[in-house]
């Protein structure tokens, strides 16, 4: 899960209360200690941590991006650098969104400031910072604000992104078969022998069942009281 970019028209702007409301779901889920079948973007576990997102979690959130402003960033240290980078052409802006032709200035005056190399490594980052902080700030508060009325923001605090997504949607690992068979307690007539408990732990073995998909189905057993 990524939270989409704004737009710069009104009619096009994302609702606000929606992410408002993602974010109450995700805080009721972990409050309940229900697991959500979701895999969030780094950028997005950061904003529940209250950290902000720094160069390197780009890799999350744009592996092409982050290969071209490396590749941007090498020609800087190079002694023909000089020469490639003004060929670029580029000014301190950046495109809002995906597919679009607006322009946001990443500094005042960005529009008419033109990358060299010696601004070069000033740019790559405040373009690393706009598309991660900057661009779906709106959305990520609201989403934030929404998680927030339910989780109190110093319980999480400890936590790294990692271990966010764990509470949030639990470990995914395969099943031990071996173990599950030694502390399986039987009930109501079942049995071990029985050719359909057999046939379920065969489905297993051979791994016919999606363990993660099985975790969640345990979730809303009926649980002994």
């Known amino acids: 899960m990524r939270v989409p970019p704004g737009s710069s028209t ?16 995700l805080g009721k889920a972990v409050y309940e200690r229900i697991l959500v079948d979701s895999q969030l973007s780094v950028t997005v576990l950061n904003a529940l941590l209250a950290k902000s997102n720094q160069f390197d979690d780009l890799v999350y959130f744009d592996v092409q991006l982050l290969k071209s402003l490396k590749e941007l960033r090498r020609y800087a240290s190079d002694e023909d650098g000089e020469a490639i980078v003004d060929s670029l052409g580029l000014t301190f802006e950046a495109a809002v969104g995906v597919g679009t032709a607006n322009q946001v200035e990443l500094v005042p005056g960005g529009a008419a400031l033109a990358v060299s190399k010696d601004n070069v490594i000033s740019y790559i980052y405040k373009l690393a910072n706009y598309k991660l902080n900057e661009e779906s700030k709106d959305q990520m508060r609201a989403l934030v604000h929404g998680f927030r009325e339910v989780i109190c923001k110093h319980w999480v ?66 649980r002994p009281m």
């Open 157 to 222: 605090l400890m936590f790294s992104p990692a271990e966010m997504q764990m509470l949030i949607g639990g470990e995914f690992r395969a099943v031990d078969v071996e173990d599950m068979q030694k502390h399986c307690n039987y009930g109501g007539g079942y049995h071990p022998s029985q050719p359909y408990i057999q046939v379920i732990l065969q489905c297993f073995i051979c791994r016919w069942v999606d363990s993660c998909r099985f975790y969640y189905f345990l979730r809303f057993l009926r």
């Open 10 to 25: 009104a009619d096009q702007r994302p609702d606000l209360r929606f992410f408002q409301l993602v974010g109450k779901v």
